[in-house]
């Protein structure tokens, strides 16, 4: 009776961590952000990308709420680019998307849609500096 109990606690906890995902440490983090670096700069010479971006001036100051700025901003690039070019896109929301705190709130800071508009290229460019940044945290 025992060893099923056991079992069963260990079992549970083994589906919650598949279920939720275990937190990563800072060696997969940093790989993480590394692969979404290398896939950003697949995307670097994009010239056929339409519209604006929307990307705060202080985009440092909350890292949080600009990731997921960025990631918003990823998901409509996207949809303006072929599917033959979306795998870069794709690869950096998944390696991203375990950094996000979906309890985050801090209302200092902006709203994406608060953000300035910026062209293809200098939302590139922030958002390589910002995942660099971020990288610096973590090593």
Not at 7 to 29: D, E, H, R
Not at 59 to 74: D, G, I, Q, V, Y
Not at 83 to 94: M, S
Request: aromatic residues 8%; hydrophobic residues 40%.
């Amino acid at each position: 009776m025992c060893k099923a109990l056991i079992f069963g606690c260990v079992a549970a906890v083994i589906l919650m961590s598949a279920a939720y995902g275990a937190p990563l440490n800072w060696t997969q983090k940093a790989a993480r952000l590394e692969a979404s670096i290398a896939d950003l700069g697949l995307l670097k010479d994009f010239d056929n990308v339409s519209g604006d971006s929307l990307l705060s001036e202080d985009s440092f100051e909350c890292n949080h709420t600009t990731l997921a700025c960025f990631l918003k901003e990823l998901e409509v690039l996207k949809l303006d680019l072929e599917e033959d070019k979306q795998r870069p896109v794709i690869n950096i929301q998944k390696n991203l998307e375990d950094f996000m705190d979906p309890n985050f709130s801090n209302p200092t800071c902006k709203k994406c849609e608060a953000n300035e508009k910026k062209k293809f290229p200098e939302f590139h460019q922030e958002m390589t500096r910002f995942l660099q940044s971020m990288q610096k945290e973590i090593v």
